[in-house]
Nanobody, 122 residues
Framework: QVQLQESGPGLVKPSQTLPLPCTVS??????????WSWVRQPPGKGLEWMAY???????YYSPSLKSRTSIARDTSKNQFSLQLSSVTPEDTGVYYC??????????????WGQGTQVTVST
């Protein structure tokens, strides 16, 4: 069974860069047609998709966050990571990593990590 485990610093100061690694177990992140993404949820708000990296290394970013976001992978560790730069208190929230895929009918299936709380504060 695929498992995703987020890790993060918990607390970061404004203007710093937030590193968010996600370690995947039980399956390779290069598995054909699987996509690996980061999603966040600010307090009291809905989910916001941030970026994904595909099984073949292709990346795609949310237009609203593209200038501050970078996603990459380390296949030797079976891990993918997001970096969010120039953070502000508005970046506070729970951050989730997610694996998604589509079947032949284009139905989407997701597998989520448990999430990691990030607070941006002095």
């Amino acid at each position: 069974q695929v498992q995703l485990q987020e890790s993060g610093p918990g607390l970061v100061k404004p203007s710093q860069t937030l590193p968010l690694p996600c370690t995947v177990s039980a399956v390779s992140i290069t598995t054909n047609s699987w996509y690996w993404s980061w999603v966040r949820q600010p307090p009291g708000k809905g989910l916001e998709w941030m970026a994904y990296i595909a099984y073949n290394g292709d990346t795609y970013y949310s237009p609203s966050l593209k200038s501050r976001t970078s996603i990459a992978r380390d296949t030797s560790k079976n891990q993918f990571s997001l970096q969010l730069s120039s953070v502000t208190p508005e970046d506070t929230g729970v951050y989730y990593c997610d694996r998604f895929q589509y079947d032949s009918s284009l139905r989407r299936y997701d597998c989520w990590g448990q999430g990691t709380q990030v607070t941006v504060s002095t």
